[in-house]
């Protein structure tokens, strides 16, 4: 069965840095097109970027430049490294396969995430 486990989040002050993991079992990565969600309090769940099984990558516009997508098949792993962090950029993280939730809110089964803080 399908297992994701996102580590990483934290808080760091305006301009840090912070490098997202997600972990998976029951799932190759390199099957699937993979993507990181985020979701704020008063927003809709969004797709920040997506790593898709071809090679190409995604990125909304807000995080273009700043903002890197991974995988290392070898450790059934992706990453998000993420620099010039803006207080915008403060939300719950999730990684999940596409497609991905129908409504605006986040899988609830994703459960948590990992929560990343950036404060001005």
Do not use: H
Not at 63 to 88: A, C, H, W
Not at 96 to 115: E, H, K
């Amino acid at each position: 069965e399908m297992q994701l486990m996102e580590s990483g989040g934290g808080s760091v002050q305006a301009g840090g840095s912070l490098r997202l993991s997600c972990t998976g079992s029951g799932i190759a990565f390199s099957d699937f097109d993979m993507a990181w969600y985020r979701q704020a309090p008063g927003n809709e769940c969004e797709i920040v970027s997506i790593m898709y099984t071809d090679g190409s990558t995604y990125y909304i516009d807000s995080v273009k430049g700043r903002f890197t997508i991974s995988e290392d098949n070898i450790k059934n792993t992706m990453y998000l490294q993420m620099d010039s962090l803006k207080p915008e950029d403060t939300s719950a993280y999730y990684c999940a396969a596409l497609p991905g939730p129908s409504g605006r809110q986040c899988d609830p089964n994703w459960g948590q995430g990992t929560q990343v803080t950036v404060s001005s």
